[in-house]
């Protein structure tokens, strides 16, 4: 489309939202229910086109995407009201009689940028935030993950009031098109380099932004006293970084942080749950194309790096297939530490003690999450109070993306705004403050002219002293 296409484009959509059309509880209704009709009609679809992009099995596929949004959708038809209500809110005594209220405000036409590895969930958790705050939205998908845009755009059409939502398909020239208009929110969802492109067009406007990008997610895996519990937290580190698309995953696990006197043990629980649960290809997604599967054989190619595969290392470039690899001790300038892997490769770190971990993670951009596996109450402790980062789990990983009632999204490097759930209606809204006063009660001293017993008045106000301040009106003292 033509760049006056999408100006004209926005201008239509713009007048659609001022029609008020979006504002009632009963069209926002309306398009969930929609939604939940596309999954329940076109789930086998949606499975074929995320097998097609991404190589996703349909379980993979059901688990990570069409469930987390089909529940996703369920619970915001339960709460969307109450969501809406507006919020009460307290007002000291020198206002009286007055109330206050917190009204929520829709943007008006909003801009979402989602990315390739979960281009359902990435496309339709925004939407749908966006459409629960009475939003008008244009969705740009991956040009990587294509069959899946195609069906976004083939389907959210029909589905949806059309008016009001829209899908633009294309690459990084369509999307440089996209931000040179003046949108009332942009979200975007993918790497750091392309949020600071975002950020730098949505300045010109002045336009609030979203960005939800990646890093280097770190797992602290602690010894461990019972033999059970290593198992199952290298079951569960095996699924935080394989389980979920072969790492492709912004909150993958990105390298493990273990004391040295333990890693053996753990070396080998993770290399028998990879190969209890990753091997062969129905087991493991494959790389997205080819440039991903060169830029990952590349983080390979450093000969200090080679000799640290302890696990893996088998490359198939036909298939665009990378076995599941442990690293251990990698140079720590090497790129597969200094950059996000966003792959199956796992680097493995040893340090003499665990709490070593949060000085080396403190001295490294702030990551999206922060894993640790450990029952050292302390330990859990330290590394809330003393690290930073999007949020932490404790003993799993990945799970914390299905949770609407957790917000989700990065610190620092690794993004800005919180969404999911409530927190999604809270990104795509304007919480507008309203005071209504009334003309029965009239507080002389807040005109001029001042004099010094105006000014202890007011002072008194500010201290919440109302007994001070009924004396001091009255002219007596304490
Ligand atoms: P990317 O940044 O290249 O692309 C993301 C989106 O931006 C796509 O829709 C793309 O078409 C568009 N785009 C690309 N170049 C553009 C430009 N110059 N102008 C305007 N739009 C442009 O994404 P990627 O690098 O393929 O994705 C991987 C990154 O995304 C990783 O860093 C990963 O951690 C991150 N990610 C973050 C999350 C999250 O929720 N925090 C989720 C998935 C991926």
């Known amino acids: 489309m033509e760049e006056l296409g999408f100006e004209s484009l926005l201008g239509e959509m713009r007048e659609s939202f001022e029609s008020g059309r979006t504002r009632s509880l009963s069209w926002r209704e309306a398009q969930l229910k929609a939604l939940l009709k596309l999954f329940q009609e076109k789930e086998e679809e949606i499975c074929k086109v995320l097998k097609e992009d991404v190589g996703k099995s349909y379980v993979e596929a059901f688990r990570d995407e069409v469930g987390v949004v089909t529940k996703n959708l369920n619970s915001s038809l339960k709460d969307l009201k109450t969501w809406m209500a507006p919020e009460r809110v307290s007002l000291p005594?020198?206002?009286?009689?007055?109330?206050?209220?917190?009204?929520?405000?829709?943007?008006?036409?909003?801009?979402?940028?989602?990315?390739?590895?979960?281009?359902?969930?990435?496309?339709?958790?925004?939407?749908?935030?966006?459409?629960?705050?009475?939003?008008?939205?244009?969705?740009?998908?991956?040009?990587?993950?294509?069959?899946?845009?195609?069906?976004l755009a083939n389907n959210l059409s029909k589905y949806l009031d059309n008016k009001f939502v829209?899908?633009?398909?294309?690459?990084?020239?369509?999307?440089?098109?996209?931000?040179?208009?003046?949108?009332?929110?942009?979200?975007?969802?993918?790497?750091?380099?392309?949020?600071?492109?975002?950020?730098?067009?949505?300045?010109?406007?002045?336009?609030?932004?979203?960005?939800?990008?990646?890093?280097?997610?770190?797992?602290?895996?602690?010894?461990?006293?019972?033999?059970?519990?290593?198992?199952?937290?290298?079951?569960?580190v095996a699924a935080g970084k394989w389980g979920s698309c072969a790492g492709q995953a912004c909150i993958a696990i990105d390298y493990l942080l273990v004391e040295e006197k333990s890693a053996s043990v753990l070396v080998e629980l993770l290399k028998t749950a990879v190969k209890r649960s990753y091997s062969g290809p129905e087991n493991m997604t494959r790389?997205?194309?080819?440039?991903?599967?060169?830029?990952?054989?590349?983080?390979?190619?450093?000969?200090?790096?080679?000799?640290?595969?302890?696990?893996?290392?088998?490359?198939?470039?036909?298939?665009?297939?990378?076995?599941?690899?442990?690293?251990?001790?990698?140079?720590?300038?090497?790129?597969?530490?200094?950059?996000?892997?966003?792959?199956?490769?796992?680097?493995?770190?040893?340090?003499?003690?665990?709490?070593?971990?949060?000085?080396?993670?403190?001295?490294?951009?702030?990551?999206?999450?922060?894993?640790?596996?450990?029952?050292?109450?302390?330990l859990k402790r330290r590394i809330i109070e003393e690290t930073s980062s999007g949020s932490v789990t404790f003993n799993d990983a990945i799970v914390q993306y299905a949770l609407d009632t957790l917000p989700f999204g990065g610190i620092g490097e690794s993004g800005i705004g919180k969404y999911h759930g409530r927190f999604s209606f809270d990104m795509f809204s304007h919480k507008k403050p309203i005071l209504r006063r009334s003309f029965l009660v009239e507080i002389p001293f807040r005109y001029p002219p001042w004099d010094e017993r105006k000014l202890q008045l007011i002072r008194r106000v500010y201290q919440f002293d109302y007994v001070g301040l009924i004396l001091c009106f009255l002219g007596l003292k304490r």
């Open 93 to 151: 005594l020198v206002t009286f009689p007055a109330r206050a209220e917190l009204v929520k405000e829709p943007l008006g036409v909003v801009l979402v940028f989602s990315c390739w590895n979960f281009p359902i969930g990435l496309s339709l958790e925004p939407l749908i935030g966006a459409i629960c705050a009475g939003n008008a939205v244009v969705l740009k998908p991956s040009e990587i993950s294509p069959a899946t845009s195609e069906f």
């Open 166 to 236: 829209k899908v633009i398909q294309g690459g990084p020239q369509v999307g440089e098109k996209l931000l040179e208009l003046k949108w009332d929110k942009i979200f975007f969802t993918g790497s750091p380099r392309v949020g600071r492109i975002v950020m730098t067009a949505a300045a010109k406007h002045l336009t609030p932004v979203a960005v939800e990008l990646g890093g280097k997610c770190p797992a602290i895996v602690d010894s461990l006293a019972s033999s059970r519990d290593r198992k199952v937290a290298m079951a569960r």
């Open 287 to 378: 790389i997205v194309n080819k440039q991903h599967f060169q830029r990952l054989s590349s983080l390979l190619k450093d000969q200090e790096v080679a000799k640290s595969v302890v696990h893996g290392g088998s490359l198939d470039s036909t298939n665009l297939i990378i076995e599941p690899t442990i690293l251990m001790n990698p140079p720590l300038d090497a790129e597969i530490m200094t950059e996000e892997i966003f792959g199956p490769l796992l680097p493995i770190i040893t340090l003499k003690k665990i709490e070593d971990s949060i000085k080396f993670i403190r001295a490294r951009p702030k990551p999206l999450v922060i894993y640790a596996f450990t029952n050292d109450e302390l």
